[in-house]
Nanobody, 123 residues
Framework: QVQLVESGGGLVQAGGSLRLSCAAS????????MAWFRQTPGKEREFVAT????????SYTDSLKGRFTISRDNAKNTVYLQMNSLKPEDTAVYYC????????????????WGQGTQVTVSS
């Protein structure tokens, strides 16, 4: 069982930056592929980015490449999402996700979810 707790969301002006954090419980954090998703009302949960257990491999949804960066610190059991040049359309609830060993490419791949953190970008 893995528990995920996100933090770092909030209100930011367009063009600003935020860094989301997701703290994971458990002693086998390195064994989990981690990811970030986001969701707006009435829409499906959207894949944002994923990082391998070692942190050496990352993948992003094409539209966010260059603005968002996913990383992890296995010593701290934490995964991060650095978001730069934020736009109003980035407004969403952002969810941390984990899957044991295997890659994550969509929400059906996820074993564990965090509770979500709201990001609001004002124009």
């Amino acid at each position: 069982q893995v528990q995920l707790v996100e933090s770092g969301g909030g209100l930011v002006q367009a063009g600003g930056s935020l860094r989301l954090s997701c703290a994971a419980s458990g002693r086998t954090f390195r064994s989990y592929v981690m990811a970030w998703f986001r969701q707006t009302p009435g829409k499906e949960r959207e894949f944002v980015a994923t990082v391998s257990g070692s942190g050496g491999s990352t993948s992003y949804t094409d539209s966010l490449k260059g603005r968002f960066t996913i990383s992890r610190d296995n010593a701290k059991n934490t995964v991060y999402l650095q978001m730069n040049s934020l736009k109003p359309e980035d407004t969403a609830v952002y969810y941390c996700a984990a899957r044991y060993y295997y890659r994550i490419s969509n929400s059906a791949d996820v074993d564990y979810w965090g509770q979500g953190t709201q990001v609001t970008v004002s124009s």
